[in-house]
């Protein structure tokens, strides 16, 4: 299944944090930044959900398997799973190599920008995944704890990300679109006649 995200709000804090800037307010270049991203900037989300069960010290999450201690901490009480990839597509990486020779400052917004904004199609994914299916757990990602990044593998096999939304994995595991994010959310309490 995909969803796609036209102009999400983006959260000023967001960017300032990952600009590492200690302004309070964004600044003119920022704002501008903003105001002139290309039409063709759209989030895009691609999902599925599956069934998990613990099997002592494996958690089979239906398109993989783990034995991430962290992960399966995150996942007590769920019996299913949302697994998503997101983007926030190819024009922040095309922005950022655009402005990094000849305007640094602009090309780091872009990045802020473009980490806020697929932060951003994350967050009202999740927030529809809630509505929709029932109370949720924080989402999780390869990478984060124990959870081996070359989980990536299954997650791209499973959801056909190149396919369906445009993203690329390297060998180093590193997606393309670089404004990409892969997460698994646990479904925790299930509205009647969603499954």
């Known amino acids: 299944m995909i969803k796609t995200y036209i102009s999400p709000a983006l959260n000023e804090k967001e960017i300032l944090r990952y600009a590492r800037s200690s302004e309070n307010a964004l600044p003119a270049e920022a704002i501008n930044a903003i105001n002139i991203l290309p039409e ?3 989030g895009r989300v691609v999902f599925d959900i599956f069934e998990i069960e613990n099997r002592g010290d494996i958690l089979d999450l239906g398109f993989a398997k783990t034995t991430s201690k962290n992960l399966k901490k995150n996942l007590e009480g769920c019996n299913k799973i949302v697994l998503f990839a997101a983007t926030a597509g190819i024009e ?8 990094e020779r000849v305007s640094p400052s602009k090309a780091l917004w872009y990045q802020s920008i473009g980490s806020a904004y697929v932060e951003s199609v994350c967050d009202i994914f999740c927030e529809e995944i809630t509505r ?8 999780f990602s390869p990478g984060y704890g124990d959870l081996p990044i070359e989980m990536q593998r299954d997650i791209f096999s499973a959801l056909g990300c ?5 993203i690329t994995l390297n060998d180093s595991f ?4 670089s404004k990409s994010v892969t997460a698994i959310i646990g479904i925790c309490e299930q509205q009647k006649g969603k499954f």
């Open 40 to 42: 063709t900037t759209v």
């Open 92 to 99: 922040f990486d095309r922005l950022i190599k655009k402005y």
């Open 132 to 139: 929709e299916y029932g109370k949720t757990k924080p989402r």
């Open 162 to 166: 190149e396919k369906n939304i445009g």
């Open 174 to 177: 590193f997606m393309t679109p």
